[in-house]
């Protein structure tokens, strides 16, 4: 899946993460995740699933279809 990618690193550098930080997170090589944050690789759906948690945001909004930050409620 296709994320904005300019949301990624703005989130990642919001909590002044590197991006071997993250890539840590996700169980990935630094370049694996730098290859996500340029849109150069899609994220499989369990990174994803990962991130939007990590973050405290909905996947929506990783994938810019929508602006609002805030997860969805658990049902």
Known sequence: MKVERHRLRDLRED???SQADVASYLN???VC?????LGRRDIPTESLIRLAEFYRTSIDYLLGRTN????????
């Open 15 to 17: 909590q002044d993460l």
């Open 28 to 30: 990935c090589s630094q």
């Open 33 to 37: 995740y730098s290859y996500y944050e």
């Open 68 to 75: 609002e930050k805030q997860p969805y409620p658990k049902r």
